[in-house]
């Protein structure tokens, strides 16, 4: 399995960004698939995830509002559109996948795969 992560960069408080997790080799459905996030001296947490099977979602209450994740089937790539950033969005983000809901979805300890990171900065 592998989890491509791309889109991250520098942007002005205010601004916006999308990432893109392009995922492939997976030979089972997935339970879940999205992005987690880790700020400097912070723990890694969820931020968006969308479940494969029924269709939920799942968004950070710190960012309800303003990110929206979507998939293109397709293209095998989820996407999290991110809007109205602030300097708190600031983290390394990763594209993850879980293989059951043995653990909620979207939590950290759940994800079985693991994109590398991509960094994010919203700075003035």
């Known amino acids: 399995v592998q989890l491509q992560a791309s889109g991250g960069g520098l942007v002005q408080p205010g601004g916006s960004l999308r990432l893109a997790c392009s995922a492939s080799?997976?030979?089972?459905?997935?339970?879940?698939i999205g992005w987690l996030r880790q700020a400097p001296g912070k723990e890694r947490g969820g931020v968006a995830c969308?479940?494969?099977?029924?269709?939920?979602?799942y968004y950070a209450d710190s960012v309800t509002g303003r990110f929206t994740i979507s998939r293109d089937n397709d293209k095998n790539t989820v996407y999290l559109q991110m809007s109205n950033l602030k300097p708190e969005d600031t983290a390394i983000y990763y594209c993850?996948?879980?293989?059951?809901?043995?653990?909620?979805?979207?939590?950290?300890?759940?994800?079985?795969?693991w994109g590398k990171g991509t960094l994010v900065t919203v700075s003035s």
């Open positions: 080799g997976f030979t089972e459905d997935y339970y879940g």
């Open positions: 993850a996948a879980q293989s059951d809901d043995s653990k909620p979805l979207c939590s950290d300890e759940g994800m079985d795969y």
């Open positions: 969308l479940g494969n099977f029924d269709g939920s979602t």
